[in-house]
């Protein structure tokens, strides 16, 4: 077995099939297409696995070999092993951002960032609109949780009560906020 290395790993051609390049357990297996992904193949509960570590170059050599030892440990301690994508670890990282990345707590960090911009009936309609239509279905849910559907819930429960323009207030009110806390969250991971 060749032993992996950057220039190897660089090297690495494309051909007509799959193939791997490994080193002690840890392996590169090179696409056709010419992509390359991190692997390792391990036995959990008697079940072959395979662990995706993650894609070359976005994932360098250093960076799967220590995934690869964290994975190895988590094996040794009966845990199965898990690696996370990119997006997977900035949703785990939002879920750990002071007080949570929740609908409810990033709302509540926007009312208070835009205050000062609102008259005060505006600000007890919005108020409203959070606690009475929003919160009780979204507010605890992690912000990159989030999906279209849970939104478009909120909005036909106000439609089906007959009040069309707070439907409208309320995808408003909520494109606001998940907009904040998109910035929020990225500016939280990028410190």
């Known amino acids: 077995m060749a032993q992996l290395t950057d220039i190897a790993i660089r090297n690495a051609k494309p051909k007509e099939k799959p193939y791997k390049l490994s080193d002690a357990g840890l392996y590169l297996l090179v696409m056709p ?3 390359r992904f991190f692997r390792w193949d391990f036995k959990f509960e008697g079940k072959r696995k395979t662990l995706a570590i993650g894609q070359y170059p976005d994932t360098s050599l250093k960076e799967a070999t220590a995934i690869l030892a964290k994975a190895k440990e988590q094996l040794a301690q009966g845990i199965a092993p898990k690696a996370m994508s990119n997006a997977g670890k900035r949703r785990e990282e ?4 002071e007080g949570g990345a929740t ?3 990033i709302a509540f960090e926007w009312h208070k960032r835009f205050l000062d911009q609102w008259k005060p009936d505006s600000d007890e309609r919005i108020i409203s609109y ?3 239509d929003i919160y009780s279905y979204i ?3 992690q912000i990159a949780d989030i999906k279209a559907p849970d939104i478009l819930m909120v909005l036909r429960r106000a439609e089906s009560r007959g009040v069309l323009h707070t439907a409208h207030r309320l995808r ?7 907009r904040y806390g998109v910035a929020a969250v990225v500016s939280e991971i990028r410190r």
């Not at 939002?94 to 951002?97: F, S």
Request: without cysteine.
């Open 139 to 141: 507010g605890k849910h």
């Open 130 to 132: 959070l606690k009475k």
């Open 172 to 178: 408003t009110v909520i494109g606001q906020v998940m």
């Open 94 to 97: 939002a879920r750990q951002m």
């Open 33 to 35: 297409n010419g992509k």
């Open 103 to 105: 609908f409810e707590n």
